[in-house]
């Protein structure tokens, strides 16, 4: 069996790999983040981080130019002990699973990669495209042991996620669940066992739940909102003290880039029978519709400059992918007579500074409920849509409808 001494992770500059990668150098192994993005090859040996990452920073300036360093050179294989691939199934515009991305870029991981290294997929695939990367390998004639590890963190909290959650490992033969339990080790010894198709299904579960636990909050927000009653009172009253909704989530835009994606592929291996998920689905992405079909009969629109505030898919985030605040930006650019879109992160040229955005607005949505928005003071002549409720003290109406002053 071959020492796990260095490891290359395929896609290693992203919010997967990045944070993999600086705990596995952190724990001694020698690693390699194999990227094609030039500027954040660069970054990251600056030692700096592309995206926001809580505590990665220091741990990073630990390692980088020592134990880790990027590069794009795929030469960095052929010496591999084990290589990582951080490449997800995409979904195409007809919302159906594609795998000719992720073949393209196996087959040529593998035909760098030395006998008898360990190939691990990490990022979410479609159910049963490991087993068909392995009959590939098969086919090819090469010792190449293949598993299949799926990512468990969520965005901004993978330092502490990667060594504290249970890692799930799985593999079609002995040898290679071996290896790959010899790696993850390493990080961490709470490993969880299963068949790959068992493991893939694991992480679609996952996201699939979770995705439809928010969509039950966001079908009753709306459905308090259309009476014109005030969700965040229901709520609080129905989980105070009562521990069988404890897993009632808060509204908010579900969104980003993995649990929507999650859901679709978890209903074409369904056959488009899961029924579920594709509520989930009309009930998440319709609630910025929703917000804008409630603000139109409310307000006239047309004359009023509309604020949002938050344009990362969720708070303390500067990662925009996915961001139902851009769905919901489009929506009002044809309504309203001005959008001002503010983020203390997100770098995007057509977004405005927070002060100037909330004085000229006659109508502030909270897109993302970022931390430094938590004091803000509105006249009482704005109109606040706060979907998270994240301002818990502001003062509800009592009439006029579900978004009065």
Not at 57 to 64: F, K, S, T
Not at 145 to 151: G, I, N, Q, R
Not at 353 to 363: K, Q, S
Request: hydrophobic share 45%; charged share 25%; proline share 5%.
């Amino acid at each position: 069996m071959r020492k796990l001494k260095k490891i290359v992770i395929i896609g290693g500059c992203g919010h997967v790999g990045l944070p993999l990668g600086i705990v596995f150098a952190n724990c001694g192994l020698d690693v390699v983040l194999l990227d094609r993005d030039q500027g954040k090859i660069d970054t990251v040996n600056r030692g700096q981080m592309p995206f926001m990452e809580s505590n990665a920073l220091e741990l990073l300036g630990r390692v980088v130019g020592k134990q880790l360093i990027a590069t794009a050179d795929p030469s960095c294989l052929r010496d591999a002990d084990a290589a990582i691939a951080v490449l997800g199934t995409p979904v195409d515009e007809h919302l159906n699973p594609t795998v000719t991305d992720l073949y393209r870029s196996i087959d040529e991981a593998i035909a760098s990669m030395p006998e008898n290294a360990l190939l691990v997929l990490r990022s979410t695939v479609f159910p049963g495209v490991t087993k068909l990367v392995h009959d590939r390998l098969q086919a090819s004639g090469r010792r190449i042991h293949l598993a299949f590890c799926p990512e468990r963190i969520a965005e901004g909290k993978a330092m502490e996620e990667i060594r504290t959650l249970p890692q799930i490992i799985s593999a079609f033969d002995p040898d290679s669940l071996a290896r790959v339990r010899e790696l993850f080790s390493i990080i961490n010894e709470d490993l969880i066992e299963l068949t790959p198709l068992e493991a893939e299904l694991a992480k679609l579960f996952t996201n699939s739940w979770r995705y439809m636990n928010f969509a039950i909050s966001n079908q009753f927000y709306m459905l308090a909102e259309t009476y014109g009653l005030d969700f965040q009172r229901i709520y609080g009253a129905v989980t105070h003290r009562y521990p069988r909704m404890k897993s009632f989530a808060k509204a908010g835009f579900a969104a980003g880039p993995c649990l929507l994606k999650d859901t679709l592929q978890l209903s074409a291996f369904s056959g488009n029978h899961f029924f579920l998920g594709h509520a989930a689905m009309l009930v998440n992405e319709g609630l910025p519709n929703f917000i804008v079909g409630q603000l139109r009969q409310e307000q006239k629109l047309g004359d009023k400059v509309v604020a949002v505030l938050g344009m990362a898919f969720k708070s303390e985030s500067d990662d925009k992918r996915e961001s139902l605040s851009y769905k919901l930006r489009k929506l009002l650019m044809v309504e309203a007579k001005e959008v001002l879109c503010t983020d203390p992160y997100v770098v995007d040229e057509k977004l405005f500074p927070l002060e100037e955005a909330v004085n000229r607005a006659d109508v502030i949505v909270l897109g993302a409920p970022h931390a430094v928005y938590r004091d803000l003071q509105f006249p009482n002549d704005k109109v606040v849509v706060d979907v998270w409720g994240f301002w818990p003290n502001r003062e509800q109406p009592v009439t006029g409808g579900p978004f009065a002053s």
